[in-house]
């Protein structure tokens, strides 16, 4: 017995053929390549990038045009710049030293097998990306003293080793204040990043095994993370969390892996698979590239999957995770005790790192910094500030039974899930299907890497509020959903007294 579960890879073809993030983003790159040593050549360097700070003193201003080499690089899990000519010959890293009002240019030559670019901090100013074997410069005028970091802003890599030091003057004062961001990135890839919390598959229903096809495409995608604020997520099959897979125990499943990313190799790691990487290096592909394997579920439960390519916690919360559900030989039970089918929503919490704080309009850029110190800008449940709110919030009526698979991507905060105005009827505690589940459980730990399915009867109309009990994370930075509860109030139960 053969079934295919998910987008067989042409509908997903279609639609990827015709998303802005792929298409017109590599002509607009092209045409800035070449437009920006004309325009500059024409006016000058000081209109390049954000030059949103006055100079600061009086100290020598050069307006002398200066210019830097560097070659991109990697070994084993790092990844670094090389000094090209000059002073800075042979350096890893080397430190670049200018004088305050020069016209600075930094050309990058891209030695290495995947895609590089270079960013200034403080200056905010990014060179398009540079495929292998392929150059990139950035340009501007380096009007305020001080010591700013350059690196290169693919993100994972300036945490793989990718990042040095531009001395401007004596380096020793100038602004650190960020600069306001970019305009919201527009045209959108689409309207909603999150995978819909009502995408469950539906039960296996078999009383034997099966050969399981599941499809995952590695996308990027330009989306709100909140609005009037675009992002550039990594993504499996366009939405975050990628899409829920459900199979029997003793299945046996086939992952065809393929990647739409034009800029670097991704991958998938089951943690229902047992075998090397869950599946990480089988599937390990260049952009283009398929990488497929086939594992045994030789455990039921509600598993993590995810992306295993290096920078690994930068990939996963780029976007990168979603679950898969292993049932145990009778399944779970589909139909509540009055004979209704049992409401079943999908839902996984992750974190954005970000340059700029929640609420900033504009284009968000993924911070390497906030990642390191696991500070996120945003958690979410499904991909976005609030996103099971509104339109896509939980639907359910009075007296109906709720299931909600629940996991966290991270790539690292643990989650304490609780519903506010309910208690769980069921816990599947870690996920695990072979033990019997709690019960009566205020709020559930969630770790990073790690699943939990809940059951609750919900009798009262309400609005239920889903968070992550370490509340700053829901009211401040995005966990926050709703389960929409509709039909007849019984004072019995709750009863707002006069
Ligand atoms: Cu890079
Ligand atoms: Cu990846």
């Given at each position: 017995m053969a079934i295919e579960a998910e987008n067989p890879v042409t509908r997903e073809e279609v639609r990827r053929r015709t998303m802005s993030g792929t298409r017109p983003l590599g002509k607009s790159t092209l045409a800035l390549a070449i437009a920006v040593p004309l325009i500059l050549g024409l006016i000058?360097?000081?209109?390049?990038?954000?030059?949103?700070?006055?100079?600061?003193?009086?100290?020598v201003v050069t307006g002398q045009p200066v210019s830097f080499a560097l070659k991109a690089a990697s070994s084993g899990m790092s990844m670094y710049f090389v000094g090209i000519g000059g002073s800075i010959d042979g350096q890893q890293n080397p430190t670049l030293s200018v004088n305050q009002g020069d016209i600075v240019t930094i050309t990058v030559q891209n030695a290495d097998t995947t895609t590089h670019n270079v960013y200034v901090d403080g200056y905010d100013v990014q060179s398009p990306n540079a495929a292998p074997g392929a150059s990139t410069s950035l340009h501007f005028t380096a009007s305020n003293q001080g010591t700013y970091a350059y690196y290169c802003a693919v993100p994972g890599h300036r945490s793989m080793g990718m990042e040095g030091k531009i001395v401007v003057g004596a380096g020793q004062s100038g602004p650190t204040t960020l600069p306001p961001p970019g305009p919201e990135k527009l045209p959108l890839d689409t309207p909603f990043i999150g995978r819909d919390p009502n995408d469950v598959p539906p039960?296996?229903?078999?009383t034997t095994s099966a050969t399981v096809h599941v499809w995952l495409d590695a996308q990027v995608v330009n989306a709100e993370v909140e609005d009037r604020t675009s992002f550039q997520y990594w993504t499996y099959n366009g939405t975050v969390p990628g899409p829920m897979f459900r199979v029997r125990v003793n299945d046996t499943v086939v992952v065809h892996f393929h990647n739409s990313d034009p800029a670097m190799a991704h991958s998938v790691d089951f943690h229902a698979a047992t075998g090397p990487g869950g599946g990480m290096a089988a599937s390990m592909s260049n952009p283009g590239e398929w990488g497929n394997f086939s594992f045994k579920a030789l455990i039921p439960g509600l598993f993590v999957y995810h992306c295993g390519t290096p920078n690994v916690p930068t990939h996963v919360s780029m976007g990168m995770y979603g679950m898969i559900l292993v049932e145990p030989?009778?399944?779970?039970?589909?139909?509540?005790n009055q004979g209704k089918p049992i409401k079943e929503f999908y839902v996984v919490q992750g974190e954005l790192y970000t340059k700029w704080a929640a609420g900033t309009k504009g284009n968000q850029l993924f911070d390497g910094t906030r990642l390191l110190d696991e500070n996120p800008t945003y958690v979410v449940f499904n991909g976005r500030w609030q996103a099971l709110t509104g339109n896509h919030s939980l639907l359910a009526k009075v007296n109906d039974t709720v299931r909600i698979y629940f996991g966290v991507g991270g790539p690292n905060l643990i989650s304490s899930f609780h519903i506010i105005g309910e208690i769980f009827d069921k816990v599947y505690f870690l996920g695990d299907l072979t033990d019997p589940p709690l019960s009566g459980i205020q709020t559930v730990p969630v770790n990073p890497g790690s699943g939990t399915i809940v059951e609750l009867t919900v009798q009262v109309p309400a609005n239920y509020v889903l968070v992550d009990h370490s509340l700053t994370r829901a009211l401040d930075k995005g966990a926050l959903g709703l389960l929409n509860v509709t039909g007849p109030s019984d004072p019995v139960l709750f009863n707002p007294l006069p």
């Open positions: 000058g360097g000081g209109v390049w990038g954000y030059m949103v700070h006055a100079p600061t003193n009086a100290a039960p296996t229903n078999r030989e009778q399944g779970l039970p589909y139909f509540d």
